[in-house]
């Protein structure tokens, strides 16, 4: 009999996992509470600019593309792990997915077999051919499995917990998360408002990172970079647009920094101090922002729009994930693993974990990460 | 093709944590493990100190383990061959010692530097390096208020690795009742617990001074450090016991040899591992060598122990008992032996033996750049080999009507795949586009999109991966050199040159990928 794995979640870190079990013959059940893979860094953009920039998000795609097309991959979208038990196996309990989308929006993303897959209750906004409903997706199922890999990932901070920014409120100030989606459907950068390009934009770092306030006394890690290059990147296809870049300490982005670094310098507005307020006034139709600058004195800048670099907090399930699972959780609400040696252990045998369930990583981090949960588990089913 | 005849010992270059790391393991997978490094007994590295105990652990099960191999004292001086079969001759103790590895790990221990230069000073009894600071700490007892100024690295600026190190420190010192102030362009903190310790630092009294000018030492009777604090933007001078200089994490100095000797590219700082994602986590440009944590740039502790892993992992596949494809061949008539092939293959996979070019299967990655360079199309791989793509040219051109009619080489990697999803997603693509699949854009010969010009296509598009993504490293580059050439010959047969186009685009980029064929189409409508 061949061994099988449940992998929770679908994001980059279950996807790898996923991948690379099922490249050892193992089969895998992914199990994904979502109604489409690849998690938040499928809606990520490509940020080349006359070369690539390192934050392998074309990896998450690619892995994608291989998960979907690989037969010892079971997957189950829109659905949730409601019980484990362990006897000899883990019997789980799967169910559909408490998640629902709003009737009219609807989410683009991939299913089984790559097929596009638009997650939509309203089906009238004629979706291609072969794409799939949110409706029909979803399994009641109970399932055994060897062993279990938990790669249930992040939340990425809510920023409207940041009240003074006014996300939600002012149309034209959007988050990181936002832009990347924007910038990969449209290739530019535009003002929600009212459509038109953006030429001034702001980005402030550190929106839910680095606050004892939020509870969130860590840095993401992922921030710094994400921004600096999407910064670096709108400055490459137009060298008008006007960045400012509002930050508490500006960390180290990929390997080659110091380059990196020197490229983009002169080309963007650096403030070392993040706003206190952002305020959309009407009459001119600009994004305020109130901030002090190195002399201490208030300034206000106005912008076309306004980018929120929020970070990574953890997921929302994991207090329910840890009952299920039987896991303790951090102070921090991460997952932690056994020892700083074992990184992908948890404290139970035969549960893994992988990716950002255990703190903020990148996303070559995640993938490493879930490449040693693979590691282990095979270790752990005598397989090696 | 079986894999056949790999040797199974393992040769682990550097002692310090990561190697150390990686040869554990290794050696739980029962691989014969050679540990070797160029000092005499075996230290973790400095910068990770605070581990030390689970280092002396792992080192002394390690050294009770059957089939583990310490050398100390070692260089090495020769590596010849491929993935399976490494000839390593080493130096140990002086003396000369020959061995075969099947796989080889590049773990070389960081070397760190004080960056006393950097501020113009030199050390003294109060000024001092972090190494020199962590060897005195031991003796200290209560500081009674002593001043201790840390200077972090300004110009190029520090990393977490670093700023974790100096952050312990103040916190002992401050327990010490000591006075620390740590100056900084920025706090590194982008790593696991560090913001939690820099919290930590600052409760405890230690003042974390933000500058964004180079603070100056004055050495008179006391040392005198003046600094803008940028915050409340006021000059600040600190009277300071001590000042404690940053120690600068650099790639050890033997890493340049290593990559003359195996022919490995490094990034711009000297690392083992070039700034390139399809190198993540402890791949090198070679089959068969890995580079793990202080081989390959500026890593946190967790992160060595994920390469460590990783290497384990990446060593059982390389050693599993598996069928090999045979993706290449030479054809020993054709071939006159000219090297360009073995000059121009970005795997090493390539060596000649006895005139006849040798291509080892298991280290060739088939981009096919060898294949498209050969000047006597001695190279074909099995599937993307010339006939099969210029039949596909034929049919494409003989099978469509649409005008323009654009063929499209384009890189598995990256535009074949971007083109799929612009399809998929019904974006904008032109019914005269028809694609080609190549296994990079290396291997797309000059005589593929001349034939199809020939043929009859109106335009050529080359898609390729972004430079510094390519999983060849240089096949983008191969392709560019190669379109500029025949841009240059189709201008002075007098054929617009801008019949042919290229782009680098991302697999998932697929709407800006059907922006850019719009582009190209509108040009040659």
Known sequence: MKDKVLVIGGGIAGLSAAFYLAQEGVNVHLVEKNYFLGGVAIGFTCKATDKCQQCGVCIVEETLRDVTQNPNINIYLGTEVKEIKKDKKFKVKLGKSSISYPKDTYVRGFSKYNHPLYVAKDTTIGLPKDSMVADEIGVEAEIFADAIILATGFDPFDPTLRSTYGYKLWKDVITGLDLEHMLRENCEVIRPSNGEKAHKIAFIQCVGSRSKEFNTLWCSEVCCPYALRMASFVKYRDPETDIWFFFIDLQNVGKEYSWFFKEIEEKINFVNAVPIDLVYDENIQKVKAFYRNDKGERQVEEFDLVILSIGISANMDNQKLAQITGLDLGEDGFFKSKSLLEPSLSQREGIFLAGTVTGPKNIMDTISHAKIAVNETLTYLGRI | ?525
């Not at chain 2, 100056?216 to 409340?232: F, G, L, N, R, T």
């Not at chain 2, 099978?399 to 399809?423: D, H």
């Open chain 2, 1 to 525: 093709m079986k894999k056949t005849n790999l040797n199974p010992n393992i040769l682990i270059i550097g002692g310090g944590a990561s190697g150390i790391f990686s040869a554990y393991k290794v050696s739980n997978y029962n691989f014969p493990v050679w540990i070797i490094d160029q000092k005499e007994g075996f230290n973790i590295d400095p910068c990770f100190k605070e581990y030390q105990s689970y280092y002396e652990k792992i080192l002394k099960k390690l050294k009770n383990t059957h089939n583990v191999f310490f050398l100390e004292n070692a260089e090495i001086i020769k590596i010849k061959g491929t993935a399976g079969n490494f000839k390593v001759n080493l130096s140990v103790n002086g003396k000369v010692q020959k061995h075969i590895f099947g796989s080889i790990v590049i773990a070389t221990p960081y070397k760190l530097e004080p960056i006393f230069e950097e501020f113009n000073i030199s050390p003294s009894d109060n000024i001092l390096a972090l190494s020199e600071l962590e060897e005195k700490i031991k003796d200290f007892e209560d500081l009674n208020g002593q001043v201790f100024v840390f200077l972090t690295k300004f110009e190029d600026e520090s990393n977490p690795v670093s700023f974790r190190r100096i952050l312990l420190n103040a916190l002992e010192l401050s327990n010490l009742k000591a006075k620390v102030y740590i100056i900084a362009k920025n706090v590194k903190v982008a790593a696991s617990g560090l913001e939690e310790l820099a919290y930590e630092v600052r409760k405890r009294g230690a003042i974390i001074i933000k500058t964004a000018q180079k603070p100056q030492v004055a050495v008179e009777d006391v040392v005198k450090v003046s600094v803008v604090d940028s915050v409340i933007n006021e000059k600040v001078e600190i009277l300071a016991n001590y000042v404690v200089v940053e120690e600068e994490i650099l790639p050890n100095n033997s890493n340049q040899f290593l990559s003359e000797i195996l022919s490995l590219h490094t990034d711009k700082t000297g690392f083992l591992q070039t700034n390139n994602v399809r190198r993540v986590p402890v791949y090198t440009n070679r089959k068969g060598i890995f580079v793990a944590g202080s081989g390959s740039g500026i890593k946190p502790f967790y992160q060595v122990v994920m390469d460590s892993i990783n290497v384990a992992y990446e060593i059982r596949s390389l050693f599993k008992d598996e069928e090999i494809s045979d993706i290449i061949s030479v054809d020993d008539n054709k071939c006159v032996c000219c090297l360009t092939c073995y000059r121009v293959c970005p795997h090493g996979a390539i060596s000649w033996d006895h005139e006849k070019i040798v291509i080892s299967p298991l280290a060739c990655e088939g981009c096919g750049i060898c294949a498209a360079e050969c000047p006597m199309n001695a190279i074909q791989l099995k599937i993307y080999s010339d006939e099969d793509i210029k039949s596909q040219i034929y049919e494409a051109i003989s099978s469509t009507r649409a005008r323009p009619l654009i063929i499209g080489f384009f890189c598995k990697n990256s535009a074949y795949e971007a083109f799929k999803g612009a399809k998929k997603f019904g974006y904008d693509i032109p019914l005269g586009l028809k694609p080609i699949k190549v296994p990079c854009a290396g291997k797309i010969d000059v005589d593929y999109i001349l034939e199809a010009l020939v043929q009859g296509a109106d335009g050529v598009l080359i898609g390729a991966c972004h430079n510094g993504n390519c999983k060849s490293e240089k096949g983008n580059i191969f392709a560019s050199y190669r379109i500029e050439e025949i841009k240059k010959f189709l201008s002075s047969i007098g054929i617009n040159p801008d019949k042919v186009y290229m782009i680098n685009v991302a697999s998932n980029m697929s709407k800006e990928f059907s922006l850019k064929v719009k582009e190209l189409k509108e040009k040659l409508l």
